[in-house]
């Protein structure tokens, strides 16, 4: 991990809204004309690196889920009071053994204590049975069981567009995820928050007995009475046009609660051959705008499948105005430590590859010239050998000895190169391991 959480967070921010996205007066938002090989690519930038932090996988999940469904996702950023809270709630349900927003206080429980794991649980989506984040935010996203298809909560505070930070905890079989935040301001016009998402929308972030849901924005609609509203679902032809019945739904709801943005449709289909593919057209009639004029809201969903999709130019123009954006941050960072680090970092990314080559030879110069300063090539060496370290720990698993041996490195380079901040890193690891080494029973790190 070469930057701190704030860090992480301002690069990732300079590196993603520069990215060009849909013009934002389409009905719903930025996810019109993305073809699937641009959101391929997407996804890929998106994904968790290996060995990510639970925080980094859960964040990087949510952010491949709203930026499918048209919603801020460049800068949604870890909060480190959201982070108590969220493993407050799943420490104080674990406690309890079951899952509650309203948790009563556990035999034994301080009041500070109590009254952190009841704001946390009464704030956060929770889990039971599933602790792994990116599959936590799966089963939050699905939430199509008997006790939440009728208002799919979870998945509204998900695609919250004002959610501007959050933050992932665990304890036992229990997991949570701060909800409430609505931080992000500014937030440009949007019509309605769908899922599936209008337009390209893959197979793998979907499920054939997913519920399906649209949110609009009650700053444009006034919701009738469920009676008054009319739902479907129709597939097309290879000429994009609807074709047969439409599907017979086994569910329909309107839900007014206050989860996310505000009141969902939510509907689905009794049969639904997912598949690999295939185009359908939604169509949801009896809104009305705020003059009182009726609306029709349609829109098609195209899915598909990932693994089938060749990138091509599309894809790698993708990943080339990714790049060039992060290529540009790091350049106007204005502390070279910093820079030295990124740009260790940028010119082993997985996908540069599938980038403009000039990318790659311009950010291995700005990294060979900025090392000639000899106190900045030891910050490079000590960050070259504490990132070997970090993937020595990672496969170490709970191996004591092999954690020893890591310690051991871990003090070797703060000893080394002591003056560096990977040096002070290291320090603070081997501190780490030392600690937890010698506690019985404790096994590997816990991330």
Not at 303 to 318: D, H, K, R, S, Y
Request: include cysteine; charge should be neutral; glycine fraction near 8%.
């Amino acid at each position: 991990m070469t930057h701190s959480w704030a860090q992480r967070t301002a690069l990732l921010a300079m590196m993603l809204t520069t990215l060009p996205s849909a013009d934002v007066s389409e009905p719903l938002d930025r996810t019109s004309g993305r073809s699937p090989s641009e959101v391929k690519a997407m996804l890929q930038l998106l994904a968790p690196s290996r060995g990510a932090s639970a925080q980094d996988t859960y964040l990087a999940r949510v952010r491949q889920y709203r930026y499918l469904c048209g919603v801020p996702f460049e800068t949604l950023a870890f909060n480190a009071r959201q982070g108590e809270l969220a493993t407050a709630a799943a420490g104080i349900c674990a406690r309890l053994g079951k899952l509650t927003h309203a948790p009563e206080r556990p035999p034994g429980m301080s009041d500070a204590d109590y009254q952190l794991g009841k704001d946390g649980a009464g704030q956060s989506n929770l889990f039971s049975g599933r602790t792994e984040p990116a599959g936590c935010v799966d089963g939050w996203m699905d939430d199509s069981d008997q006790n939440n298809i009728d208002r799919v909560g979870h998945r509204r505070w998900i695609l919250n567009p004002s959610m501007g930070t959050s933050a992932f905890g665990t304890e036992g079989n229990y997991a949570a995820m701060y909800a409430f935040d609505g931080s992000l301001k500014n937030i440009s016009d949007w019509d309605c928050v769908t899922y599936p998402t209008r337009g390209a929308m893959p197979v793998q972030f979907f499920g054939a007995r997913h519920a399906w849901s649209i949110s609009p924005n009650l700053k444009k609609y006034v919701l009738p009475a469920q009676t008054d509203l009319t739902v479907t679902i129709q597939a097309t032809n290879a000429k994009a046009m609807p074709q047969g019945e439409a599907l017979k739904l086994d569910y329909f709801h309107l839900d007014t609660g206050g989860f996310g943005s505000g009141p969902a449709v939510i509907f689905r289909p009794a049969e639904f051959a997912l598949g690999q593919a295939g185009t359908y057209v939604v169509t949801l009639t009896g809104l009305k705008d705020k003059s009182g004029a009726p609306v029709t809201l349609r829109y098609s969903v195209n899915f598909f499948n990932l693994p089938q999709i060749t990138e091509g130019a599309e894809g790698a123009a993708v990943y080339t105005r990714y790049f060039q954006a992060r290529f540009d941050a790091i350049q106007a960072m204005p502390n070279q430590i910093d820079q030295v680090e990124a740009y260790a970092d940028f010119v082993t990314q997985e996908y540069l590859q599938q980038a403009d080559p000039k990318l790659r030879k311009a950010a291995v110069k700005s990294l060979s010239d900025i090392i000639k300063d000899p106190v900045l090539k030891r910050e490079h060496d000590a960050l070259q050998k504490y990132k070997t370290l970090l993937v020595f720990e990672l496969q170490a698993g709970t191996a004591k000895d092999k954690l020893v041996a890591v310690a051991t490195g871990y003090r070797d380079l703060a000893k080394a190169f002591k003056e560096t901040r990977a040096g002070v890193r290291a320090a603070d690891d081997f501190t780490r391991l030392k600690n937890q080494l010698e506690v019985p029973g404790a096994g590997g790190p816990r991330s």
